[in-house]
């Protein structure tokens, strides 16, 4: 059931047929993970929690920074120097006193990653390395959680959706294998703050999609922003059957 409030505020997406009560509903009931807080966490946690989605988990170790703020839209002056987790937890609540929250102030690994993942229905990879982004990935696949993952650094971006439910569909270890991501961070390398938004915000879109149930998630395809020619290119994607970690003889 949704109260009158909830029809006014999520009003404009239930006039959406491909949303509708039902999938605003779905969203109600949904839990998320957001693995990150920073510039492709931040859309990500704000378009979620605007659009009713019932639960939300938190997972960052990082404190705000000043040099955090050209990107990271989430956090702001009041919250410098505090725990990304506690900023981000103050902003969510100010918009959606509704949303229910889980803060892990810490890095997620091992039991506690593996815990945090099967907790939920869906994770956000908005982390920033590659350590990272691996072991979320093979925490998903062991839990059967789809993840949406993202990445954006100086002018490129990268969106795509892993989904273990899926026989077809790859995941990320398939995908990069050992290593094949720029070993570079955004504090070395740069990146610019729209991006990270648009990345963001396609990570958050791709994630309404699947609670909801609705559209063609990009399973299969990596969908690249290059935001120097502003141009948009989709790679296909295919299962690895060797794949150490969602294959056949994985550990
Ligand atoms: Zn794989």
Known sequence: MLA????????RQILLPQIDIQGQLRLKAA????????????????????AGVGELHLADFDQVDLSNLQRQVLHDMSALGQAKVESAAARLGALAPALRLTL???AL?????????????????????FATREA????????????????????????????????????YHCLYGQGGE?????SEAGVAGPLVGLVGSLQALEALKLLAGFGDPLVGRLLLVDAFASRFREL???????????GPHAQ
């Open 182 to 186: 720029d070993a570079l961070t955004c």
């Open 31 to 50: 839990r998320a993970l957001i693995v990150g807080l920073g510039g492709l966490g931040s859309p990500v946690a704000l378009y979620l929690a605007a």
């Open 236 to 246: 296909k994607v295919r299962r690895d059957p060797a794949c150490p970690v969602c």
């Open 109 to 129: 690994e091992g039991h506690a990653l593996a815990a945090a993942v099967a907790a939920v229905d869906l994770v956000l990879d908005c982390s920033d390395n």
């Open 4 to 11: 009158d409030d909830e029809l006014l505020r999520y009003s």
């Open 104 to 106: 892990h102030r810490r």
């Open 136 to 171: 979320v990935n093979a925490a998903c696949v062991a839990a059967r959680v789809p993840l949406v993952s993202g990445a954006a650094i100086r002018l490129e971006g990268q969106v795509s959706v892993f989904d273990p439910r899926r026989a077809d569909s790859p995941c």
